[in-house]
Structures are given as C-alpha cells and as structure tokens.
C-alpha cells in the first residue's frame, strides 16, 4: 500500500503531514501527486471529500522550496470559488509550511485591501484568491501574475455555477504559457473540459471516482412531505426538520442544514434557535468575519447545527460532520453530491437526510438519475409520534385565516336579532322619547334653520304661501276667463 514516504516529497513536508496524523494517502493524492511532483499538468476528478486539497498544496509546497519571491509578483496561484474554500487552503499551508519559510497571502472579499496590499508589497511564495478579489488588486494596478509558476483552479465546476469561468479565462491570459496547471473538479461539464483542453497541456488524468457519485460510507434518505396546506408549508417542513433532529438522538454530534435560499437559512437558524436547538446561519451575504466567526465555532464544537446556502457546500474540510440535512431539495444534481460530501470524510461513516415537497419532485428524479441509484424513503417521524401542532409558530409564521365574508356572520345573526325583537313588546307611542321624535340631521348642517337655530326644518312654504298657488285649478281659470 502506497505511503505519503513513497511519494518523493519534501522531508519537512512529511514531518508536517505526519504531525497531521496522516500516513497512507487518498486515491486522489496518490495519483496526482507524482506528475505534479514532475511538472506535468494534472486534471484530477474525484468526488467531494477524497482530499483533493493536499493533491495540491503538498507537491506545490515541495516545488518552491527552491526560490525567493519578488514583490507583487507571487511565485503560485490557487484559486478557490468562496471565501471559506479560500481560506480552508489558506489553513492547510500553514498545517503543511510549518517547516517551511514559505510565505502566504490571502485575497477574499469582506476584509481591508490595505491589508492585502501590504502581503502582495513583501512578496509572497503562495498567492490563494477568490477570481473577483484578485482582478480588483490587478486591475489597481497592486499585482502581477508573470512570475506564475504553478497555478491551481479548485473545484472547478462550482466555478462554472458561480459564472466564474470568463474570470477564469482572463486570469489564465495573464500568466505565463511556461506555468504548470493543476485543475480540480468532481464533474466534467463541457465547459469545462472546453477550459482543459485550451489552458492544460497534456495533462495527466486522475479519475479515482466516477464524476458525481456519492461516497458509500454515508446513509442516505429522503421524507416525502406534503403540507395540509400550502400556506402551513414551511412553518411544518421546519416541524419535521426538528423531528427528523431529534428521531437521531446521541447519533447526531453536529449537523450540517442545507437551504436553496438565503432567506431560508435565516428563517431556519431563527426558527432552530427559538425552539431551544443550538443553531447558526451562514450564507454570502453575511459579513466575512461574522461568516468566519461562526464556522470556527461549529469546526471546534460549540456550534452544533450550521444552516447554511451552497456557499458551504463546496470543498469546506470539517471532518467530524456527522449529519447533513437537505431541508431542500437542491435544484442541480450535482449540489447533492457536494452537500452530502460534507460527511462521511477520511473514512468515516456519516447521515445524510432530505425532505422532498411534491413541486421539487423533478429535481429529484434528476438527482436519482444522476447518481444511478433510488434514495431509500424514509418514514415521516411526525406522523409515528403524532406530534402536537405547535400553534405558537403557527401564528407567527403562517397568515392569519381569512373569514369568507361578513356577510355571513350577520345572517346567521339576523335570526337571533328578529327573534328576540318578536319577544319583546312594542313601545307605546307616548313613551317614545323626545329624541326619538326629532328628525335625524342631515350631512353638512342641512337639518338647521338658516338662522342657525335648532328647531324643527320648516316643511314647504309655511304661512307665506302666495293666495294664487292655494287657488283651485277651476277658479284660476275662472279669473283668466273674466281677465
């Protein structure tokens, strides 16, 4: 069996992997690292979680050991799709360099360019970067890439899903043709393989898995859930998330939530939080140190229940995972792959759990189709406990009932009303109060006098009817006659 000493790496790169607690290398590492340690191109495939980071840190960090960096010129270039990915390889540097005086610089969004100029200034072996991030710092003229001497694109297919590729294209133009290129994806889209076939030249090919397929060391179900009423859907998919929480008992340490949507993760980790589970969001458009600040605590252990969007999916080294939850139904296959890849690392075992509405069947069927094989159904844990409805996070989070129209509420009262006034006797006419016997006011002052009092409106023309108009027809005719 191959050993990380049969791999012709650097002697304090072994001492450092060693202290790592690593002997025997992943199918991935074992494959890429030779070429790599040769110069050649490597394009390494492999599932999420085979150990795809060290393929390249450990053969870079050999290959530099020789060499002084310029300022503002890097001597390597990784490029990560997110800020934590960035940042996770950033980490493994320093776990692999410690023996090393090799020096880093990191360049995400979210943290000061001051910062990051002042890296790029003393001149740095290792340059890791989000593509946006580090065509800011060139385009301002704080950064070249002609001393590029390897170059490595990591998970190259979220970078596809993330629109990154044209930045890609251009990063790749600034570096020179002599640079070495190592390409990391877990699937093959044509796009690709169109970017292998133009920047890679003949790169060795390490395919240790099958593109998308899951790791087997991890359990796999799906509830198929259908609320009793469209507007109740969400407050009881979040009811059967706590269930489906809850039905793992000790077996559960920490667990990852996946949700498609930001507002979701939100309105998930609040929902988690309020029912007394120790839950905390992570998503794109949280602040970077807030972003950090939470996924140290679930990497350490006092974070518990991480409800996250796919920014976490990709690449995220959190060995100890024990469960991921797919509180959706993701809406590209391939993001099943790399969610359930958050456990299940370095050969352990692990749980992964979704919950299927009926309007994201279809992404189902594609996922089913995509990985070649059923997800077993798993039983609604609400239904075998019988669960009492929670009315506190019924009324607030579901709309308040509509009542069909209040018309109805007064005809069922009318029959009470004209029942009880049958029962009662009619007033006599002299008990009928003064107030009663007033005509009613008219808008705008009508009722009053025009002399501003409060008496009765004078009816007709009163006492100054003309002495002509009270005439009958027969004697006005009789005085035009006589006229």
Known sequence: ?????????????????????????????????PPALEGRDVLGIAQTGTGKTASFTLPMI????????????????????????????????????????????????????KEQDALIDRGVDVLIATPGRLLDHFERGKLLLTGVQVMVVDEADRMLDMGFIPDIERIF?????????????????????????TFLSNPAKVEVARAATTN??????????????????????????????????EMLTNAIIFCNRKSDVDITAKSL???GYDAAA????????????????????????????????RGL????????????????????????????????????????????????DDIERLVEHAIPRLDNPMVATKEAPEASEEKTEEKPKRSRSRSRAKKSEEPKVEAEAEKAPAPAPEETSSEEQKPRRSRGGRGRNRDGGG????????????????????????DDAAA
């Open 1 to 33: 069996m191959t050993k990380f000493t049969d791999l012709n790496l650097d002697k304090k790169v072994l001492k450092a992997v060693e202290e790592a607690g690593y002997e025997e290398p992943t199918p991935i590492q074992a494959g890429a690292i």
């Open 62 to 113: 050999t290959l530099l050991g020789r060499g002084r960096a310029r300022a503002r010129m890097p001597r390597s270039l990784v490029l990560a799709p997110t800020r934590e990915l960035a940042a996770q390889v950033a980490e493994n540097f320093d776990t692999y360099t410690k023996y090393t005086k090799l020096t880093k610089a990191l360049l995400i969004g979210g943290v000061s360019f």
């Open 173 to 197: 133009s600034l570096t020179p043709f002599t640079r070495q290129t190592l390409f990391f994806s877990a699937t093959m889209a044509p796009e690709i393989e169109r970017i292998t076939n």
């Open 216 to 249: 087997k060391n991890i359990t796999q179900g799906v509830v198929m859930f259908k609320a009793s009423r469209k507007d109740r859907e969400g407050s009881e998919k979040r009811k059967l998330l706590r269930a489906l929480i809850d039905s793992e008992g």
């Open 273 to 275: 939080k309020k029912y």
């Open 282 to 313: 992570i998503h794109g458009d949280l602040d970077q140190s807030h972003r950090m600040k939470t996924l140290d605590g679930f990497r350490d252990g006092s974070l518990k229940l991480l409800v996250a969007s796919d920014v976490a999916a």
């Open 317 to 364: 080294d959190i060995p100890n995972v024990s469960h991921v939850f797919n509180f959706d139904v993701p809406s590209h296959a391939e993001d099943y792959v790399h969610r359930i890849g958050r456990t299940g690392r370095a050969g352990r075992t692990g749980t992964a759990m979704m919950i299927c509405v009926p309007r994201d069947e279809k992404n189902m």
């Open 455 to 478: 008496g009765p409106t004078p009816m007709g023309m009163g006492d100054h009817m003309p002495t002509f108009i009270a005439k009958s027809f027969e004697e006005r005719l009789a």
